[in-house]
């Protein structure tokens, strides 16, 4: 935000909602909140921990400012709120499914689709979810003067988990992901930092400021930071040890880093535990109950956005060919999927190793 942009605007809580249950439907947001700043993120000292002890594996882009992520008005001092955003890319994982990609079981005449996260299976959410919270600020950009946001999904120097959490979309995981009581896991996150001043705003929200699911919904009384219980089904599930008993996530041992985001070969430890899996990682999600529930839930809430749906880029091809896929059949094909961020060099490497898997 620069100096023209610094002033802030005045709303209240309630205006907010009201607009957000009209723009939310139309731009398919499913959930919608915000937090004021500064903030004190519950799990600031987990973040810091997990940064010294360099628990991202070479995720650079992690290490980078690590304070200026715990507190954006370090970067931003006229920042005054963050909107934030849920949109779900799956309906859950069927019951006592252990996804046949994610457990390294599927048969080697399997589609290869199964053998990729689901979150990667239609277009690429970096494009889907922005575009959404970029058009719904549009429309608050005409109801409120002088409104300045910037969106983003993933990318920017947000922890989006801690502020969902505030913002009172659901509770923080074993698995690491925001779980919504109803809708599961299956839902990407994205933020707005803005100059809104919002008052009425409580810190800790017990629930979003808009829900696709509003009147169908009671409220919860309080919200409490987890709601796994004793339940340790996707720690025992993980294959290689990535979920702490503690809590939080070593990725220097996570199947969906290896297979998404590192380049370079996977260390020979860990390739068994790929099974034939291609892309991403879905085993710690797939076995967690609230996502079995969301599973049974969804004939009573609307569809999810048909942009996440397997598209024509997955059309079946066997694994042999895909291991040889060359840059520009992969450029052609994955441009516009979350594939895109492996490079053709990642996806051959993975389907490799799954197809060594896959022939033992
Ligand atoms: C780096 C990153 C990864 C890394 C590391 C994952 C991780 N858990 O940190 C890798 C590449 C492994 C990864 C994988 C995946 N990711 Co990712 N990832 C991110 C990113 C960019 C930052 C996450 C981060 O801040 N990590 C920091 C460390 C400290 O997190 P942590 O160890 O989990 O600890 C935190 C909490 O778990 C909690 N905590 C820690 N210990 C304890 C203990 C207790 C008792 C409690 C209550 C809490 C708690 O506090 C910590 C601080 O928030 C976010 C986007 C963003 N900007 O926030 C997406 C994000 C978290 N990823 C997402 C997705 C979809 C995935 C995958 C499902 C993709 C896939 N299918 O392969 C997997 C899921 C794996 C998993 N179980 O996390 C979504 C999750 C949506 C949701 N519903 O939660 C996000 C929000 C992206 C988005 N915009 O939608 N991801």
Redesign the pocket.
């Known amino acids: 935000m620069s100096e023209r942009e610094s002033v802030s605007v005045p709303c209240t809580a309630q205006e907010l909602a009201g607009f957000f249950a009209l723009s939310g439907p139309e731009h398919g947001i499913d959930l919608a909140g915000a937090v004021s700043l500064p903030a004190s993120?519950p799990?600031e000292s987990?973040?810091s921990t997990?940064i010294a002890e360099r628990?991202?594996g070479n995720?650079d882009y992690?290490v980078r400012n690590p304070e200026q992520?715990l507190d954006p008005t370090i970067r931003n001092p006229e920042a005054k709120s963050l909107l934030v955003f849920a949109q779900r890319y799956t309906d859950g994982w069927p019951a006592h499914h252990r996804d046949p990609v994610a457990g390294g079981q599927a048969p080697i005449d399997a589609p290869w689709t199964d053998r990729v996260?689901?979150?990667?299976r239609g277009l690429d959410?970096h494009d889907v979810l922005l575009n959404s919270i970029r058009d719904l600020l549009k429309d608050l950009v005409q109801e409120i003067p002088g409104f300045v946001a910037y969106a983003s999904?993933?990318?920017?120097p947000?922890?989006?988990?801690?502020y969902?959490w505030l913002a009172g979309f659901g509770f923080?995981g074993k698995?690491?992901?925001?779980?919504h009581e109803r809708l599961g896991?299956?839902?990407?996150?994205?933020v707005a930092l803005t100059n809104l001043e919002i008052s009425g705003l409580p810190e800790q929200q017990t629930e979003p400021l808009y829900s696709v699911l509003r009147r169908r919904e009671e409220a919860p009384a309080t919200r409490i930071?987890?709601a796994c219980g004793r339940c340790t089904a996707c720690i025992d599930a993980c294959p290689t040890d990535a979920?702490?008993p503690?809590?939080?996530?070593d990725?220097r041992r996570?199947l969906?880093?290896f297979t998404?985001?590192q380049q370079g070969q996977t260390p020979e430890e860990f390739k068994p535990a790929q099974g034939g899996t291609v892309f991403?990682?879905?085993i710690?999600?797939a076995v967690c109950p609230w996502n079995q529930k969301a599973e049974r839930a969804r004939h009573d809430i609307p569809e999810v956005r048909h942009e996440y749906a397997t598209g024509e880029e997955h059309a079946e091809l066997d694994l042999a060919r895909l291991a040889e896929i060359t840059d520009e059949e992969f450029r052609r094909r994955f441009r516009r999927t979350p594939i895109w961020r492996c490079h053709p060099e990642g996806l051959r490497r993975n389907v490799r190793t799954a197809l060594g898997n896959l022939d033992k």
């Open positions: 993120l799990n987990r973040f997990w628990r991202d995720l992690m992520r996260s689901r979150y990667a959410y999904t993933d990318t920017g947000y922890l989006e988990r801690e969902a923080l698995n690491t992901c925001l779980i896991s299956g839902m990407f996150l994205g930071l987890s979920l702490l503690e809590g939080g996530m990725a996570c969906s880093n998404i985001e991403g990682c879905d710690c999600q």
